[in-house]
């Protein structure tokens, strides 16, 4: 489990990046707290200095985007989907699992 900030310190539409075994981005979107991989699955671009719609993500360099919900990409051109990681907030902390990896398809 990984720290990731204060509660007060992500509001809502905002996003951190923090470092675990890869760079991970973590979301408040609409009030919930997600966490997936920050790298885009089309190439070299952070999630986290993307722009936030309700849970979907858009990718800053070519505009793919991401469901946090599911980490599946919903449009081109990114195919293959971003890893997730369950969130967990408690008193007053945002932390993140990153050791129980969500499988994807
Ligand atoms: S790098 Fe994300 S869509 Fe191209």
Not at 25 to 41: H, L, Q, R, S
Not at 61 to 89: I, M, N, W
Request: charged share 25%; proline share 7%.
């Amino acid at each position: 489990m990984i720290r990731a900030c204060d509660v007060a310190d992500l509001p809502e539409g905002e996003a951190v990046r923090i470092l675990a075994h890869v760079p991970i981005a973590v979301f408040n979107a609409e009030g919930a707290y997600y966490a997936v991989d920050d790298t885009c699955t089309h190439q070299d671009a952070s999630l986290a200095d993307g722009w936030l719609e309700g849970c979907l993500v858009e990718c800053p360099l070519h505009a793919a985007s991401f469901d946090l919900r599911t980490g599946e990409p919903t449009c081109l051109p990114a195919k293959r989907p971003v890893r997730t990681y369950p969130v967990l907030v408690t008193d007053g902390v945002i932390y993140v699992d990153t050791n129980v990896r969500e499988e994807v398809a």
